[in-house]
């Protein structure tokens, strides 16, 4: 399927490592001129190196969105190619061994603005611009937790809720521009961390050696759904892609679960 993005500029936050990455390099793919945000500028032209040798186009953008100075260094950084049409706010931190009463009141602050807060100042500095252009994506990216939260990482859960929220308000506030606003909610994301933590905990558990071994048992143990396996990177990627172009022009305003159906067991 082509998805039409060969032409479109997109500026994916958090992208220098874990699944902006996979989502950056899934939009060049795809067509798409790709910035590259994060604050290790050396690993941020890592990704773009890699972009550019797979035959994408791709630029960096270092800056700290947790302060002026750095969303607007930000915003000078993407908008050297050309306006951007496509706005995936990725941004977000995580800490699966955090618990109800380990946690203060801080770390809910800090995850808070980190995780909700942060995407403010690039929609605010992308988003008019969208508008006046009559076309443009905006896609959050959230977790499944915001609506099925389990007793760990509670103030991580309550962030996703946010995000939620915040894309379908936003969605109400670009009625009738031709801008959409959308988050993807995912189940599991295998990554190098998540996998390292649940292997140890599956050693621990008696679920086996191995990977192969564990991740069954870890899936029906923590999270079960209908595939018996943890989302990989391009699971979300490909479908960000899709919400990305504009064959999504009919959906708005909405969160799309990709949870390989999760359930309560």
Do not use: C
């Not at 960096?60 to 302060?67: E, M, R």
């Not at 951007?84 to 955090?98: Q, T």
């Amino acid at each position: 399927m082509d998805l039409q993005l060969n032409g479109k500029r997109a500026l994916v936050t958090g992208s220098s490592t874990g699944l902006g990455e996979e989502i950056a390099k899934v939009l060049a793919a795809e067509g798409a001129a790709v910035v590259v945000h994060g604050r290790d500028e050396a690993r941020a032209a890592a990704v773009v190196k890699a972009i550019r040798e797979d035959g994408g186009e791709a630029s960096v953008a270092i800056g700290d969105l947790a302060t002026d100075a750095g969303a607007d260094a930000v915003r000078v950084a993407s908008v050297v190619g050309g306006p951007v049409d496509i706005l995936v706010n990725n941004l977000g931190v995580y800490d699966p061994a955090a618990a109800w009463f380990s946690i203060l009141p801080a770390d809910w602050s800090g995850i808070y603005n980190t995780n909700v807060v942060s995407s403010v100042p690039t929609i605010q500095r992308f988003v008019p611009d969208m508008r006046e252009r009559g076309w443009g994506r905006v896609i959050q990216i959230s977790s499944v937790l915001g609506d099925r939260p389990m007793a760990s990482q509670p103030h991580y859960a309550a962030t996703n809720a946010a995000r939620n929220n915040l894309a379908a308000s936003l969605a109400r506030e670009l009625k009738h521009t031709g801008v959409t606003s959308n988050s993807v909610a995912a189940g599991g994301i295998l990554t190098p961390t998540t996998e390292a933590y649940l292997t140890d905990l599956g050693r621990q558990n008696g679920w086996g050696e191995t990977w192969a071994e564990i991740e069954p048992k870890a899936v029906d143990a923590l999270a079960t759904n209908d595939t018996g396996r943890i989302g990989r990177r391009r699971d979300y990627a490909d479908l960000v892609a899709f919400l990305a172009s504009p064959l999504s022009g009919y959906i708005t305003g909405t969160t799309l679960r990709a949870d390989g159906g999760w359930y309560d067991a």
